[in-house]
């Protein structure tokens, strides 16, 4: 019996009141909400008012945010009003894209893991011969995060290098090159693809390459095809183990047998993630 009379609290009339979620203390509620994703988290913050409240303690958003949030919050949100955020909002602003390095490069976290994106555009790459308008032309598109992307019909030698110096997280990342097979534009409102300058890339294949300023090295090779469709090319993997080192991650992509020409090729972009996180750009 005293266990059933416990596990409720009666009123006047002597009718047992249920607990009700809204009855949990905040505190406990926050502690709850902390083992839980972002999305679940704003889920049950729907719920009533006090997981509302609850959901807002700063301890729970630092404990989504990377390590040195700090460096990154210093890099992507240059107002003063930053200063002044909780974190469940400095979460939020890092979950949208966020210009740095003189709006050269995007960065923002992941809104369900807060792993690390960073994006650097085809105009901050080192691409050869792109100042030849014979070879290389700036096409403007919606299909690219940055409304440009770099193209050339017929090439001998390609080579296409960037790299980033930054403080990374812990963990494993991974690097991408985002290339398509052809020029694509709307015509009528429609999509369509022009594959005539598509040549060479079944002859030789494309070596992508990655080196870190502590000595990590990869490299792979990769035929290029899926003409008409933007593809994500794993250039390799490094290890980051200290969020206080500042890390230069260099990445490259090379066809450089001159014995054939290649063309019809589209250079957007290179994404650098966690290697955690679901690759959808």
Same mark, same amino acid.
């Given at each position: 019996? +005293?266990?059933?009379?416990?596990?409720?609290? &009666? $009123?006047?009339?002597?009718?047992?009141?249920?607990? !009700?979620?809204?009855?949990?203390?905040?505190?406990? %509620?926050?502690?709850?909400?902390? =083992?839980?994703?972002?999305?679940?988290?704003?889920?049950?913050? !729907?719920?009533?008012?006090?997981?509302? $409240?609850?959901?807002?303690?700063?301890?729970?958003?630092?404990?989504?945010?990377?390590?040195?949030?700090?460096?990154?919050?210093?890099?992507?949100?240059?107002?003063?009003?930053?200063?002044?955020?909780?974190?469940?909002?400095?979460?939020?602003?890092? &979950?949208?894209?966020?210009? =740095?390095?003189?709006?050269?490069?995007?960065?923002?976290?992941?809104?369900?893991?807060? +792993?690390?994106?960073?994006?650097?555009?085809?105009?901050?790459?080192?691409?050869? +011969?792109?100042?030849? !308008?014979?070879?290389?032309?700036?096409?403007?598109?919606?299909?690219?995060?940055?409304?440009?992307?770099?193209?050339?019909?017929?090439?001998?030698?390609?080579?296409?290098? +960037?790299?980033?110096?930054?403080?990374?997280?812990?963990?494993?990342?991974?690097?991408?090159?985002?290339?398509?097979?052809?020029?694509?534009?709307?015509?009528?409102?429609?999509?369509?693809?022009?594959? $005539?300058?598509?040549?060479?890339?079944?002859?030789?294949?494309?070596? *992508?390459?990655?080196?870190?300023?502590?000595?990590?090295?990869? %490299?792979?090779?990769?035929?290029?095809?899926?003409?008409?469709?933007?593809?994500?090319?794993?250039?390799?993997?490094?290890?980051?183990?200290?969020?206080?080192?500042?890390?230069?991650?260099? *990445?490259?992509?090379?066809?450089?047998?001159?014995?054939?020409?290649?063309?019809?090729?589209?250079?957007?972009?290179?994404?650098?993630?966690?290697? $955690?996180?679901?690759?959808?750009?």
């Amino acid at each position: 019996m +005293g266990g059933s009379f416990s596990s409720c609290v &009666c $009123d006047g009339d002597a009718t047992p009141l249920r607990p !009700r979620l809204g009855d949990l203390p905040e505190s406990c %509620v926050a502690l709850m909400l902390m =083992y839980l994703d972002p999305p679940d988290i704003c889920k049950l913050a !729907r719920l009533n008012k006090a997981f509302r $409240d609850a959901s807002l303690a700063d301890f729970i958003w630092e404990s989504k945010l990377p390590l040195n949030y700090k460096f990154i919050v210093e890099k992507a949100l240059k107002d003063a009003s930053a200063e002044k955020l909780g974190k469940k909002d400095i979460y939020a602003r890092l &979950c949208r894209p966020n210009l =740095y390095d003189n709006g050269t490069k995007e960065i923002w976290l992941d809104k369900g893991t807060g +792993g690390l994106w960073l994006a650097i555009p085809s105009k901050a790459l080192r691409i050869t +011969g792109i100042d030849d !308008r014979r070879y290389w032309s700036r096409i403007s598109t919606e299909e690219s995060r940055f409304h440009t992307v770099a193209y050339f019909q017929q090439i001998w030698w390609l080579e296409v290098e +960037g790299d980033v110096d930054f403080q990374f997280p812990p963990g494993t990342y991974s690097v991408f090159f985002r290339l398509q097979l052809g020029r694509s534009s709307k015509r009528l409102g429609r999509r369509v693809c022009k594959s $005539d300058h598509i040549h060479g890339w079944d002859i030789k294949p494309v070596k *992508f390459q990655l080196t870190t300023s502590d000595g990590q090295h990869a %490299v792979s090779k990769t035929h290029l095809d899926n003409h008409g469709h933007w593809v994500l090319y794993h250039a390799g993997n490094f290890v980051s183990k200290n969020p206080n080192d500042l890390m230069k991650v260099k *990445f490259s992509l090379a066809q450089i047998d001159c014995t054939h020409t290649k063309g019809g090729l589209s250079v957007d972009s290179v994404f650098i993630c966690n290697s $955690d996180v679901k690759q959808e750009v």
